[in-house]
């Protein structure tokens, strides 16, 4: 299929005109009166007839898919697709059509991207995949370390990806600590090699970044290794590393350049400091490591060190979690005390300074208290930085054709469309002001911009209960509103608050806490006791949420969880027996199993 696939899209890049087609009657004279139209206009038009051309039916097939029309003839001008033979005269008769032949001279590119990350990569494939001539810019500024890294952006290099194996390789750790009261006897000394971890890691990575390059070639988007700023309306320089220039111009663009980590701007944090785009492919064991910030970065990398074997400590400058349910947020930072993790609240860095050069070396870290006067020192091999990011968006040039950019956040601003304020100019991703700041997030809206762009589309991304989770040791998952921000929507005496504890099975024989994990749902009273905040904190939370989330999106309710009969024994079977409220103060305690 994806043979075809490829003939219909390369067939409409061809023909400035194209026009699918079938022999039989009442098709035929369409495609008569669509060419007769053309002809004018002084225009060639290419008919391509389907029930002539080998396997036309599965060619009908993917045209279908591609373009969303199930009959004939389609047709293509400078390939997009403007519909059958009475959309084709709608747009000649509103000025569209003569607009699409004019702008094949007009610029290089029909869309360029700038940024290689998921949602830039995810518009810019779909793009062609309708027809577009793309390309995409990607250029990676390396770290103050020196650490850079190949196309994919964040989460496939420096994010959700290397996280998400070396919380496994945590996870792996607990699991032999658990399997020795499952019969497992082992005598040996059992060691974790940072080194091979880290190369195995880099290595998938390695893999799905040049899985991304394959597959901006297969869909011929053009990859370009390079910088872009724009230098005037619709058009882009692009620098490579060699400080070589290009420019290169389109008829719309998508800014995708998303985040990078912050700097406390204190003596010592760039020479010394690590931060997360550097910690994934670091080629030595960080050592006893001070994690400054409480983000889910933040505590994401402390847990997964900590259960690697570690001395972790988490230096806090106010409340963890910031924008998460603080009730889970606390449960969250519990459960890694339990694990050995150190927080250091209310204090924050003032000065970094080394003490001994080496790989990790040692660090010495001044603080002082956000309360008073008080400051402190501490010694240790490696400081991470957490605190938050910064948006890739200040030096690309916006400001010279009129983009607006937020002074606060740097983040732009978009419209319901993802339209900036330059009508050609549309963004996607981490830059955007006040949209949920996840890899899926990206990729959706990246995908359905271009199919409005250029596939005749109109649906939008919906940013309403979009799930996600914290991949601390015991992880986070959550849909929906916390319970603060329920509390300011719904008024919280309009608001049922389900919870519990809960003791997962394969806790039991190990001896692991019994009333560490929890549930808990939160109801619009008002709306039909309509679920409108799901948390959950256990084993594979991240599973758990992902479910549930598309149970909320049908309307889910607590009467349709009450006639939900549970798989057992699970932990997701919990949301089906919440029966205490937390209006009623019951105690929630687990005895037993």
């Not at 980590?261 to 690590?274: A, F, T």
């Not at 010694?379 to 930085?385: A, E, G, I, K, R």
Request: glycine content about 10%; hydrophobic content about 40%.
């Amino acid at each position: 299929m994806h043979s075809f696939w490829m003939l219909a899209r390369d067939t409409a890049r061809l023909f400035r005109v194209c026009v699918w087609s079938v022999r039989e009657e009442n098709a035929g004279a369409f495609s008569l009166q669509v060419k007769e139209l053309f002809s004018s206009l002084g225009v060639d038009c290419n008919i391509l007839e389907l029930d002539q051309v080998d396997e036309g039916a599965s060619v009908q097939e993917v045209l279908s898919e591609m373009t969303n029309q199930r009959t004939v003839p389609s047709i293509f001008v400078n390939r997009v697709h403007v519909g059958g033979c009475d959309h084709t005269f709608q747009a000649h008769q509103s000025g569209l059509l003569q607009q699409l032949l004019q702008q094949d001279l007009a610029y290089d590119y029909d869309l360029i991207v700038i940024g290689g990350g998921s949602g830039g990569l995810s518009c810019a494939q779909e793009a062609a995949v309708l027809g577009r001539k793309v390309m995409v810019l990607d250029f990676v500024v390396p770290s103050p370390r020196g650490t850079a890294w190949g196309l994919g952006g964040t989460c496939v290099n420096v994010g959700c990806i290397p996280k998400k194996l070396m919380h496994q390789a945590a996870l792996l750790g607990q699991a032999l600590t658990d399997s020795r009261k499952f019969g497992w006897e082992y005598s040996q000394q059992v060691r974790h090699s940072w080194a091979t971890m880290t190369e195995a890691i880099q290595s998938h990575v390695g893999s799905l970044s040049w899985g991304r390059r394959l597959a901006l070639r297969e869909n011929a988007v053009t990859y370009v290794n390079s910088y872009g700023e724009f230098v005037e309306h619709h058009k882009v320089k692009a620098t490579n590393e060699k400080g070589q220039e290009a420019l290169y111009t389109a008829a719309k663009f998508v800014i995708a350049t998303g985040q990078r980590p912050r700097y406390l701007g204190i003596p010592g944090d760039r020479e010394y400091c690590i931060t997360s785009d550097d910690l994934f492919s670091l080629p030595y064991c960080p050592g006893t490591t001070l994690v400054v910030g409480a983000s889910y970065v933040a505590l994401e990398c402390a847990g997964f060190l900590a259960g690697l074997g570690l001395e972790v400590t988490v230096m806090v400058r106010s409340v963890l979690l910031r924008g998460f349910d603080q009730e889970m947020a606390e449960k969250v930072g519990a459960s890694m005390q339990q694990l050995g993790v150190r927080f250091l609240r209310k204090f924050v860095p003032v000065e970094v300074q080394q003490l001994e050069k080496g790989l990790p070396g040692r660090l010495k870290v001044v603080a002082k208290s956000t309360e008073g006067t008080e400051t402190m020192e501490g010694v240790y091999n490696t400081v991470l930085l957490a605190i938050g990011r910064d948006s890739c968006t200040k030096k690309l040039g916006l400001e010279k054709i009129g983009v607006n950019i937020s002074e606060k956040t740097g983040k732009i601003p978009v419209n319901g469309e993802e339209q900036t304020s330059v009508p050609y100019v549309y963004a996607v991703g981490d830059v955007l002001e006040g949209k949920p700041q996840l890899t899926p997030v990206a990729v959706r809206a990246g995908k359905l911009l271009a199919r409005r762009l250029f596939g005749g589309r109109s649906e939008k991304c919906d940013y309403v209960n979009v799930p996600t989770v914290v991949f601390t040791p015991l992880e986070y998952g959550c849909c929906g509103y916390s319970e603060e921000k329920a509390g300011e929507v719904c008024q919280a005496e309009n608001l049922g608050v389900y919870h519990t504890l809960f003791w997962p099975l394969e806790w039991t024989v190990a001896c692991r806490d019994n009333n560490t994990c929890y549930a808990k749902i939160i109801c619009n009273k008002l709306d039909n006791d309509r679920v409108i905040g799901f948390h959950v904190l256990g084993p594979n939370a991240g599973e758990i949420t992902q479910g549930f989330a598309a149970a909320m999106k049908c309307g889910l309710t607590k009467q349709l969880l009450d006639a939900t009969i549970g798989i057992h024994p699970t932990c997701g079977e919990v949301f089906t027996t919440l029966e205490i409220t937390k209006a009623s103060g019951l105690d929630i305690t687990q005895k037993g199993c």
